[in-house]
């Protein structure tokens, strides 16, 4: 079974750039998650999807940062306009996405792209 | 808000010796579910072994076991016989059910590293 895919794995940018990362998930699994791992820190939630639609986006910095999900596959984030502290690596993670009983389920994350701003 | 504290930065290990790492959590649920993740140097996230709060039994897959004391809110993780391969970022995170009007968002402690000397 494919994991899943995230491209690109790096990308350097100059401030005030746009950026988009693409993530496919695991075939079959309904939740999407993007996370934004600062060095040093553990992962923090951006997004999550359930199929097309957005479950939770409360942290994701609207100003700046994007993502859809439109045929509930393949996602994308973008970043635009790019700021230094948006220096991070960025992970996509997926899960199967049953219902009330999800939160129990595995979440399978992604190699993620590190996204270096200066 | 479910707060996860991982106090130790970095760990150290003698190949085939036993390690413990800690966690803590803050939460006032009674239900839940407790991970231990492993991210090793530009590799992907990987599930090590997960804990559900109302079970009293302690997790165990092959090497990796952990000790969940519910009361103290404490959830380590003990590796035997640590092996070179075992050297990553290990993240506690924490998950509780869902509720109305709020996501259940997996919440990663900041990590610790831990080394293997050979």
């Known amino acids: 079974e494919a994991g899943v895919a995230q491209s690109p794995r790096y990308k350097i940018i100059e401030k005030r750039q746009s950026v988009a990362f693409w993530c496919n998930p695991i075939?079959?699994?309904?939740?999407l998650y993007w996370y934004q791992q600062i060095l040093g820190q553990g992962p923090k939630l951006l997004i999550q999807?359930?199929?097309?639609?957005?479950?939770?986006d409360s942290q994701l910095p609207k100003d700046r940062f994007s993502a859809e999900r439109l045929k509930g596959v393949d996602s994308t984030l973008k970043i635009q306009p790019a700021k230094l502290e948006d220096s991070a690596v960025y992970l996509c993670?997926?899960?199967?996405?049953?219902?009330?009983?999800?939160?129990?389920?595995?979440?399978?994350f992604g190699p993620g792209t590190r996204l270096l701003v200066l | 808000a479910q707060t996860v504290t991982q106090s130790q930065p970095e760990m150290s290990v003698q190949e085939a010796e036993t390690v413990t790492l800690s966690c803590t959590y803050d939460?006032?649920?009674?239900?839940?579910?407790l991970f231990w993740y492993k991210q090793p140097p530009s590799r992907q996230m990987i599930l090590v072994i997960r804990?559900?709060?109302?079970?009293?039994q302690n997790a165990t897959e092959n090497r990796f076991s952990v000790n969940f004391q519910k009361a103290a809110k404490s959830f380590s993780l003990k590796i035997s016989d640590s092996q070179l391969g075992d050297a990553a970022m290990y993240f506690c995170?924490?998950?509780?059910?869902?509720?109305?009007?709020?996501?259940?968002?997996?919440?990663f402690g900041k990590g610790i590293t831990l080394s293997v000397r050979p």
């Open positions: 995170a924490y998950r509780s059910p869902p509720r109305t009007g709020a996501n259940s968002k997996l919440t």
């Open positions: 939460t006032s649920e009674s239900d839940y579910y």
């Open positions: 999807f359930q199929n097309n639609g957005v479950v939770d």
């Open positions: 993670a997926s899960s199967l996405g049953r219902g009330l009983g999800s939160f129990q389920e595995t979440q399978y």
């Open positions: 804990q559900e709060a109302y079970k009293q």
């Open positions: 075939s079959g699994h309904a939740t």
